[in-house]
């Protein structure tokens, strides 16, 4: 009995590395499983299987109330996908009911997707941290153990440059918005580093390396980094730096991404490729990852609610055809035929002999 196995490699990012805002899409590959082994190989990809999604309604399972959104057929390789999806949205996606080459095959629907969602999450910034310089106090730093960020530890260090007032680093400031928040007073200048390296209680910008080894690819899987962040038009041509960390602290690679300009606040969403960072360090083995921001502009405000890695997630589709009628007509007929049988043999045995 032939089977055909829906392989959805799904909300891959599909922003390249630029100001523009993170697009996350679906896609996938249909195939017919040959072999029975639950894997896509070469030779398997099933080209014009009929693919839909659907918007989940918000209860989390699919159902009428979920709305379609998007139709797709693979093509001549296997390969679906859906473009321009919302991060703050969730997806189902239906393989319907239909025929291909010949063969029925029964309706299979996907778990629920979120493509705004990291596949490994670094920080959120839903814990309280806070540290502050002045022209007095040029240096303040402070850690946070916290089973909510990666390596279990948030390090924070600021230290200021110019300027005649204070500047501020807070992570979920009052307790009540999960963002980091970087606030500089009029003509003050300073730099924060922000710093995740394992629990050593030492905020130190020099990192320590207690990750041990950590691959933020997942095996190749996933892209690169996402930042939810903005800045005011003070910080108009702002770069966060992010720095990757192996073996020691001379041993690392960068990159920069340019923080959009908002009112301030974290609502755009930026990707940054891995393929973006330069250096001798690979983001398939890390020890510390630091980011770094601030330093040549003067009284911005800036925020961001979340660093994450984004990827693909996975999942196996096992379809099954739709038993054929003669083959399931001769199943029922010789399941009776059994209990038939089975009831038959009872009564002989409850009976009495002939003979008594």
Not at 114 to 127: K, M, S, W
Not at 214 to 224: A, C, E, M
Not at 318 to 344: D, H, I, Q
Request: aromatic residues 8%; contains cysteine; hydrophobic residues 40%.
């Amino acid at each position: 009995m032939r089977k055909i196995t829906l392989f959805l490699v799904s909300l891959l990012l599909s922003t390249p590395y630029s100001i523009q805002a993170m697009t996350p899409r679906i896609q996938g590959t249909a195939f017919r499983d040959a072999n029975d082994d639950g894997w896509l190989n070469t030779g398997e990809e099933l080209p014009g299987v009929s693919i839909s999604l659907y918007e989940d309604d918000g209860d989390g399972l699919f159902g009428s109330g979920d709305s379609l959104v998007g139709g797709s057929t693979s093509g001549w390789n296997g390969r679906y996908q859906f473009n321009g999806l919302n991060p703050n949205k969730g997806y189902f996606v239906q393989q319907p009911l239909q025929a291909v080459d010949g063969v029925t095959f029964s309706e299979s629907v996907s778990p629920l997707f979120h493509p705004g969602e990291p596949a490994i999450v670094i920080d959120e910034f839903n814990t309280t941290q806070s540290v502050l310089v002045t022209p007095i106090a040029t240096t303040d730093q402070s850690t946070m153990a916290s089973s909510h960020v990666l390596g279990g530890e948030r390090d924070l260090y600021l230290e200021f440059a110019s300027g005649a007032a204070d500047a501020r680093l807070r992570s979920n400031p009052f307790g009540l918005t999960s963002v980091l928040e970087f606030d500089e007073c009029a003509g003050v200048v300073a730099t924060t580093t922000v710093t995740w390296d394992g629990l050593d209680a030492d905020a130190s910008p020099v990192p320590a390396m207690g990750l041990h080894g950590i691959d933020l690819t997942s095996g190749g899987v996933n892209s690169g980094l996402a930042f939810n962040m903005g800045v005011d038009s003070a910080g108009a041509g702002e770069e966060l730096r992010i720095r990757i960390y192996q073996g020691d602290a001379s041993r690392f690679s960068e990159a920069s991404v340019p923080i959009p300009v908002t009112n301030g606040l974290a609502t755009t969403n930026v990707e940054l490729p891995f393929s973006a960072f330069v250096g001798v360090v690979s983001p398939t083995n890390i020890d510390a990852l630091q980011l770094i921001l601030g330093g040549s502009h003067p009284s911005i405000d800036a925020q961001i609610d979340r660093i994450g890695v984004f990827g693909p997630v996975v999942a196996n589709f096992k379809v099954s055809p739709v038993p054929e009628p003669v083959a399931g007509l001769a199943l029922a007929w010789g399941a009776a035929l059994l209990m038939v049988t089975r009831r038959r043999a009872r009564m002989d045995q409850a009976a009495p002999s002939r003979g008594s």
